[in-house]
């Protein structure tokens, strides 16, 4: 644990200083008033980074799977139909945690690579014409395989088809890091997490929900007590948590909201678009190409890069920490071996991003791979420099 | 938040200053092998402290409450009967818990301020042949009444009945501070959190699973994905979570087990008992009583004070923490308005601890009680001074 | 190294959480125009805590003992006439570096718990009528003895004598903590460090030069290089320091003083007195002694306290530290083994300070004098509860 | 600030997440014997890193610039003689202060970007047949060129010329970094301090004195207190200094030094050549040439690197923190705006090191330079990737 070099995982990102610092805060009383002015300005800032005027908010101790089990549990009823698409490992653990609850899921098998098919929702919507399909869920961005969805699109969709489904967005790699709309798309629930855009470590699930959502919530009977919304929103109202809260990380999370919102959502989506650019520049210049099938699918937030065929691509990933102490990410599922990932989210200037395009390079030329060293690097400098970042640093 | 007052709340208790600055760690690759030098460490740690040779350990990123859900969904079936007694607002709170899950509880109410009713629960199980009740539910310490039960007792009444419910015992605010004996006592399912005798932030729950409760959780059928132990021992059977780690947090929790288990877990109860006793001799000095009923009941790690009719004891509490930026614990529940309590565990010295019974007589008399200033303090010198601590340093 | 319980030393003080933080900052590039930002707030905020409208401030990287060398090297000559008084280890101390120093010192012997003779000094200033003495040297709060001084009285003398020696202030643990004026007073040298009422880590001499001074040093001829004032004046104009900065240290400078003026200079200066008073009405109970000779000369930031005879004072300390890991100070010089001391300034509240009073209590118990447990923390109890602080609190 | 991007300046170095934590320490009493357990470990550890087994070590809370006034002022008396070379910056600073410390210094004009003139010395020596030359200064490396002299040739010259005088080396930005031989060489008094291969904050000078050195100081007349030595000795004996020490500093250099002894000095010197062995493999990649006239003289903690006629190298530095909030060093003295320098010394990694290699490419082209981007990176990356660490990593 030397904690020399950035890493490039695809989550839990680097970390600013000041939002350690600020995580790394000595007990206080989480039942007195104190606690309050650190609630109530996290829970108007979640809801300003998710471009929302009246989504309730509600953080729970626990992680991104657990904001999707907290989704399922506040608004279903065991065999309630729900509409998925699997293109992904994430997507896939959604739907396998559905119908480990009981769920009747109808499964949109979609190449790894692609994104979100709206149209297949369509389709299946306007099928449904006893809106047996109680929720449509939707991955915004597919933390395995670096694909974007369009999820206005799905929106479209579903008022297309006329349905009253709900809309379920699990925005755990894409929220404060990449557009994100609440109340454009109609989103009901959106799901993320503290150690993603947020910058934080991982241990919050962090949900918005609609005024459906919620009242939707009041009869689902799907068992719940830990993640019950209610539960939750009473202690809220207390400034309180119904259980005892994680005092540190939400200080944490609300100096990070705090920058997030200085700096400005359109120029932290800015920010992590160059950055991103920086890096899939290099993949190309190093002749390789992404997992995502299309420029329009390209997640800014991680690149799952396709290695040669009959290469193990999770050999570059063991490499890079054994030989160079830098992370990167493996590939998961079905391109488990095909693909790494390089994360490019967080707190991650062009400067570091720089350093792991190198260390890429001289993984992939020390594993045997026909790549010239400095060829990515210096395409991305390039970009970068004529590119000029108008706010590429976050304050600290 | 000046913090630099000691907070005298039942959990989350001062931290060590090295335990805090473990968890402030930077950001590494949790699916490196390097967290399973973290993790590995925190389950057979948590395994001693448990006094367990073969518990099985799960931690996940939650609190006390969901370290509860964990252990009923891992192990019963919607309309399965549990056992409890209710005499406090934890275990009102864990038999809500189970009725909102589904689960049939036989209740046997006990006046706060008692411990369990260990010849009830034997007569409750004797008499029920079929055995239909799967689960016996015991909380160790009642944190909202300073009320420690008899764990050993409970197993006797078990065993005494010839029955094979499941013993499941909420040690959230006794294990690592007062005996607590997994093995000895029959088990089958300890739950605990971070914030209270592991001196850490909240935002682990942490659990022990006898060989028998993780046989059970094969065929338990109360849905659960974040909480489900097997996908969770998956993950640990590759250095992993199945999602992200709370990796700060854990590599907290393996320098506070490092902390106590150096110290030794008899010394650590002796610490606590000594600290304890200074308090309790302080409130006899002053007049008032205890909540707890008698004195083998007197919990070691808070201390629920009466005070005298026609006084709101939640006045203290608020005074305390406005005038003197001071925390103590409010009573809950049935006791609301007529105990405060504070907490004596944790990173605490009879030093620190003499400022916090010095504040609370300031707050009485301010509040016109009729105490006399210095006096429990008096009496709690006295104690300590003729009462060595061997241990009352927590190495940092 | 447990960092459970309060410091009572005459400094270092306890550092508020925040100035810690502050301080703990990872490298910058000091030549940099961050630095800057950094730099002229901290001298424009000490100018503020002196009092001052014209004073320049000078901040060098070591403690108070290289502020009196920096004040001496700076105006004085080998050979050159100093008048000084001696009634404590800290005066003896600067007199002693006087006089490694080629100066000749006219020392005023002064019984340990007097304050300066500001008559004597007018005597001998009147008699001087050759104006010989080029320097008048003033210790504003003995740390040994704990007693002020009345500089102003010392300013009184030298006008009444129409003597235009200097006058330098040794300020070391009194400013940022008692009242101090240095225009009123017309101080021309004050000397002061970080670890005081600055409630830094030590590190930092921190020097208020008047213009005469400044005017002086440029044809003072004593060898100077790290403490040269023009050195360090030139590197300020240019946002640096003549070598490598503390920077992370006068980055908790910059927020201390932003707390310190923030809170209002006078509600520091009561906040110091009340916890001092304090301290010394629990001195009364207890019925010692103050080596202070009368209340006038009673320091708000340190009480040296007399045992009785035949008692070694030292024995509490060293006990209190054994037994309850509790810094108290022991006596120096001509008190030593006679008086202990509390420190009593910096981050403080009354909460913690009765922790270290009942501290002193057992240990003086245990060490068998005479003294009633409970007796001390009572009467400070009842001071501070009828003395409400409109201020007690750092905000951090 | 915003602390992403590592520093690439000669000092303050990057520093360990560990050590930062070290330095970052609640207050404790210095005059305790915790204080001693700090202490003796950093003289000791010191001794080490200087490759001595007798030298007197010395800790004070100040620079190297304080360092060389302490190595003046306990050797030497007004008007001794003192041979030195002026090759630099740091070189041309320590004569001056002795200029002004009133000594007699023979200055051996050099050229920048050589190393000390060893023959020249022996000259001198030799024709100083009465011995008046008290002391030889020699910078070993040459901070404002990255010059590294041979010592061994000056202790060779002084041996030859039968000279007795003390010979005093400056290794502010060697010591720790680079081979250095206390006893081996015939160092008299070393100098380094906190910032450089020790990888702490600015705040500590530390030296090495010789038993002659010791010897000498008793005799030596420089006034001097807070300097001086018999008092600092006399300080330790006691475990303490003989004024407020810098403890959390101290209790970082303890740990720095536990870091740096385990990996072994061999292997630090052999991490520190080969981070600096890749950036001057960059340098000749981009076709430009080191200040350093030939490479026996090349030092691995700082390179300087001349631009093209006609181009401000400062540019390059003020354009790097404008646009790319990255450090590098200006050029200093006579080679200001000839040179910009890359600092790699300290807690630096491979990876890190191409990021700032990248970074000068960046800011070169778009100030017009011709270099190729990408270049001198994938000249490091190839010289890096074949030429492994075994120990490029610092244990945190």
Chains 1, 2, 3, 4 share one sequence.
Not at 253 to 259: Q, T
């Amino acid at each position: 644990m030397s904690f020399q070099n950035p890493v490039f995982i695809p989550g839990p990102t680097n970390m600013p200083e000041a939002v350690r610092q600020a995580c790394y805060m000595p007990t206080i009383d989480h039942r007195s008033p104190t606690f309050g002015k650190i609630l109530h300005p996290c829970l108007d800032g979640v809801r300003k980074v998710l471009k929302s005027d009246s989504a309730k908010i509600f953080i729970f101790p626990s992680t991104g799977t657990g904001g999707w089990e907290t989704a399922l549990s506040n608004s279903l009823n065991s065999g309630d139909k729900v509409l998925a698409a699997r293109n992904g490992m994430f997507s896939h653990r959604w739907i396998d945690m559905c119908q480990r609850h009981g769920l009747n899921v109808t499964v949109v098998e979609t190449p790894w690579g692609q994104g979100l098919p709206a149209d297949k929702y369509e389709a299946i919507l306007t099928a449904d014409t006893n809106h047996e399909i109680k929720v449509v869920l939707a991955t915004h961005n597919e933390t395995a395989t670096g694909v974007k969805s369009d999820i206005a699109a799905v929106r479209r969709a579903l008022d297309a088809a006329g349905h009253p489904a709900l809309l379920f967005v699990d925005g755990v790699s894409s929220i404060a890091s990449m557009d994100f709309r609440f109340d454009e798309w109609g989103v009901d629930i959106a799901v993320t997490g503290s150690q993603k855009g947020f910058m934080l470590p991982a241990g919050l699930a962090i949900l918005g929900f609609s005024d459906k959502a919620v009242a939707t919530s009041r009869t689902a009977t799907l068992p719940r007590t830990f993640f019950d919304i209610a539960d939750m929103q009473k202690g809220y109202d207390a400034n309180a948590f119904p259980y005892t809260p994680p005092v540190g990380l939400m200080n944490g999370l609300k100096l990070s909201l705090d920058m997030l919102l200085d700096e400005g959502l359109e120029n932290v989506i800015a920010r992590h678009h160059r950055i991103a650019e920086g890096v899939r520049i290099a993949v190309a210049a190093w002749g390789l190409e992404l997992c995502a099938a299309s420029p329009d699918l390209y997640s800014d937030t991680v690149s799952a890069i396709r290695t040669p065929e009959g290469f193990n691509a999770t050999d570059i990933v063991t490499h890079a920490a054994n030989t160079y102490d830098v992370a990167f990410g493996v590939g998961l599922g079905e391109v488990a071996g095909k693909v790494f990932r390089i994360g490019h989210l967080g707190s991650l200037t062009d400067v570091m991003m720089l350093s792991g395009l190198a260390t890429a390079e001289m993984c992939m030329v020390d594993l045997g791979l026909d790549i010239k060293l400095g060829s990515g690097v210096a395409a991305a400098q390039e970009y970068y420099r004529t590119n000029p970042a108008t706010a590429i640093k976050i304050a600290a």
